[in-house]
């Protein structure tokens, strides 16, 4: 069993700044690629940043140059750093990994999320 943890969210001004820790734990194998989702009410889930393994990094194209994903594989756990946070940021955001496994099969797992709230 692997869980994903999430911590971070909460109300910030615009402008502000944020950072948002994911944790796994449990039976973890390989922990290979980690991101960050988020979802507005009424929108679709959509990817926000992911790392590989190796550290490779991507991007939407609306949190370039304000977001920075990092990852601490001692630890288990990806960061997301936010900075000139924006009323459209406003939404949940979730944690994903890809587990590789003993039996060379990928599993994928999703954090419970965080709300994040950009409001004056």
């Known amino acids: 069993q692997v869980q994903l943890v999430e911590s971070g969210g909460g109300l910030v001004q615009p402008g502000g700044s944020l950072r948002l820790s994911c944790a796994a734990s449990?039976?973890?194998?390989?922990?290979?690629?980690m991101g960050w989702y988020r979802q507005a009410p009424g929108k679709q889930r959509e990817l926000v940043a992911a790392?590989?393994?190796?550290?490779?990094?991507n991007y939407a194209d609306s949190v370039k140059g304000r977001f920075t994903i990092s990852r601490d594989n001692a630890k288990n756990t990806v960061y997301l750093q936010m900075n000139s946070l924006k009323p459209e940021d406003t939404a949940v955001y979730y944690c994903?990994?890809?587990?590789?496994?003993?039996?060379?099969?990928?599993?994928?797992?999703w954090g419970q999320g965080t709300q994040v709230t950009v409001s004056s």
């Open positions: 790392i590989s393994s190796g550290g490779s990094t």
């Open positions: 994903n990994a890809h587990l590789g496994t003993a039996l060379k099969t990928t599993l994928n797992y």
């Open positions: 449990g039976s973890i194998f390989r922990l290979d690629g």
